[in-house]
């Protein structure tokens, strides 16, 4: 069977990049979050592509009234055990990471379409959280505000700490909220340290709104593709604001200037440096309480893959009266759902 694009939802990904191993075997939450919702894809993939997912039937089940609410044609369903027959034209992952390769090289899945140790390892590098604080630097101008910094040892973190009053610890790879203190646990960025070689130290910031700017690595350069407005609840993600780039302007322009958004986002244009990585990426950031009003925050974190803030402008609607909440909630299992925001 031919295939132009296999699509895979791996959102164990980030997880996987802390534990840099082939042989890796994901948290249950990540084994059932990528069960549940490994039909995502559907949402993007072109009709000529597939999605690979753990049971044909279920995720066949799952995403069909989803996909006749948004008007998406969902595309072909594979398991592990269909992929040495298929000719597939490219791979397109949630994140690229050595626990997948492997995987799919188990599977009969040629070398060919995989990348290299070297990729991979920039790949880990530039999602490390010291990519983010590098990037920092570049972003700021007035109206913004934010430092990052790493640390090797824990008296280096407390001396951050009895500089600032509260600070945020980080370890360099982590997901959905974990991997993130707020006080300054010792014996956890010890560990932290020990295992990842270093953690990230940030000042406390009073947050008033997440939001984030999505974008996409193509060889001819970043380009923007949306804002995100999203929802977290103790640090992990919940839901996406589902509208037009003007409503969610509209709703930005209330916080900060929309001039400042836009100069923000030139400059991750234009002076990111991502190497050679190809793919969509996303910025996290947030709006602040300063002392004369809000201040933009503009580079939380970035996260080198897919997001969920793609997956909301995969759904965005056309008409700027058309508002809606894509949300993400657990009962015993993952759901995804669409309702009408209320006013």
């Not at 990471?97 to 995989?114: P, T, Y």
Request: hydrophobic share 40%; glycine share 8%.
């Amino acid at each position: 069977m031919e295939v132009q694009t296999l699509h895979i939802f791996n959102p164990e990904h980030d997880i996987a990049l802390a534990s840099n191993l082939a042989n890796f075997t994901a948290p249950h939450a990540g084994r059932q979050l990528r069960s549940d919702l490994g039909f995502l894809p559907v949402l993007w993939a072109d009709e000529a592509d597939a999605v690979l997912v753990d049971n044909v039937e279920v995720a066949a089940r799952s995403c069909q009234r989803l996909c006749r609410k948004m008007g998406k044609t969902p595309c072909r369903f594979v398991d592990k055990s269909q992929l040495s027959h298929l000719d597939i034209g490219r791979i397109e992952p949630w994140g690229w990471d050595l626990a997948l390769r492997a995987m799919l090289k188990r599977n009969g899945v040629s070398e060919g379409l995989l990348p290299s140790d070297e990729q991979l390892e920039r790949i880990r590098q530039l999602s490390h959280r010291r990519t983010s604080a590098q990037l920092l630097p570049l972003l700021q101008m007035d109206g913004t505000v934010g430092e990052a910094f790493e640390c090797t040892t824990t008296e280096q973190v407390a001396t951050l700490k009895e500089r600032y009053g509260q600070v945020v610890v980080k370890a360099p790879w982590s997901s959905s909220g974990r991997g993130v203190r707020f006080d300054e646990n010792v014996a956890w960025v010890a560990n932290v340290i020990a295992r990842q070689g270093s953690v990230m130290v940030e000042p406390y910031y009073n947050k008033v709104k997440d939001f984030g700017m999505e974008f996409e690595s193509t060889a001819s350069g970043i380009r923007f593709m949306g804002l995100s407005l999203f929802h977290t609840r103790k640090g992990a993600y919940t839901g996406n604001i589902l509208a037009t780039e003007q409503a969610k302007r509209e709703q930005m322009g209330r916080y900060v200037s929309l001039d400042l958004l836009d100069a923000v986002c030139l400059q991750v244009v234009q002076r990111l440096d991502l190497d050679d990585y190809r793919g969509p990426f996303g910025l996290d950031m947030m709006v602040v309480k300063g002392d004369g009003g809000f201040l933009l925050h503009p580079c939380v974190e970035i996260n080198l893959r897919r997001t969920m803030g793609h997956v909301a402008l995969s759904l965005s609607p056309d008409d700027d009266e058309l508002v809606r909440v894509m949300q993400i909630s657990y009962d015993n299992r993952y759901k995804l759902s669409v309702r009408h925001k209320k006013a």
